[in-house]
């Protein structure tokens, strides 16, 4: 049996989950998710407990498993808490800053790189160099949280780009020098 699979999720006060026509939809204080469950997989709602089941242990049922009730688990967790991405611009010279609802970069270009909120994804900039992005979804969190990193991805020999809070970049020596 799948360790992940077999959890029971918590539903927390103030959240409300249904399961209908093979869409799971979950609505909380900060929104409302809704998510197409595989048809293979049930799902039982009982008292404030959310549960998965499988019908048999074949390859497929298996792997869907644990990640259905991972995806149910994101959602319930997204509209209670909300999830986030840290970003840092490293660089001479490079800065972010927030215009309205547009996040403005300098990032070494000629020109300045403009990045537009979504109604789902809000951005928040508390310094020149730091770059908050919030969300309710964490696939679409995580993903706009990778485009605006490959506006400038960190390079290994300098350092310089924007990278994830807590990212390790595997610096490069540069060119050996005349001995």
């Given at each position: 049996?799948?360790?992940?699979?077999?959890?029971?999720?918590?539903?927390p006060a103030?959240?409300?989950a249904?399961?209908e026509?093979?869409?799971m939809?979950?609505?909380?204080?900060?929104?409302?998710?809704?998510?197409?469950?595989n048809?293979a997989?049930t799902?039982?709602?009982?008292?404030a407990e959310?549960n998965?089941?499988r019908?048999?242990?074949d390859?497929?049922n298996?792997?869907?498993?644990?990640?259905t009730?991972?995806l149910?688990?994101?959602?319930?967790?997204?509209v209670t808490?909300?999830?986030k991405?840290?970003?840092?611009?490293?660089?001479?010279?490079?800065r972010?800053?927030?215009?309205?609802?547009?996040?403005?970069?300098?990032?070494?270009y000629?020109h300045?790189?403009?990045?537009?909120?979504t109604?789902?994804?809000?951005?928040?900039?508390?310094?020149?160099?730091q770059?908050?992005?919030?969300?309710?979804?964490?696939?679409?969190v995580?993903?706009?949280?990778?485009?605006?990193r490959e506006?400038?991805?960190?390079?290994?020999?300098k350092?310089?780009?924007i990278?994830y809070?807590?990212?390790?970049?595997?610096?490069?020596e540069g060119?050996?020098g005349?001995?």
């Amino acid at each position: 049996m799948s360790r992940i699979g077999r959890k029971p999720i918590n539903i927390p006060a103030g959240v409300e989950a249904k399961f209908e026509n093979g869409v799971m939809t979950v609505k909380g204080p900060k929104g409302e998710l809704s998510q197409k469950i595989n048809p293979a997989m049930t799902v039982e709602i009982e008292g404030a407990e959310i549960n998965v089941k499988r019908p048999n242990d074949d390859k497929l049922n298996r792997s869907l498993h644990g990640l259905t009730r991972t995806l149910i688990h994101n959602m319930v967790v997204g509209v209670t808490e909300g999830y986030k991405k840290e970003l840092e611009v490293n660089g001479v010279g490079y800065r972010v800053q927030k215009q309205g609802n547009k996040l403005v970069m300098n990032i070494g270009y000629s020109h300045q790189v403009i990045i537009e909120d979504t109604e789902d994804i809000k951005i928040e900039v508390p310094g020149p160099n730091q770059i908050i992005i919030h969300g309710i979804d964490k696939q679409k969190v995580g993903q706009f949280a990778a485009e605006v990193r490959e506006k400038r991805p960190p390079e290994p020999y300098k350092g310089k780009g924007i990278k994830y809070a807590g990212e390790y970049i595997r610096r490069k020596e540069g060119k050996a020098g005349k001995a």
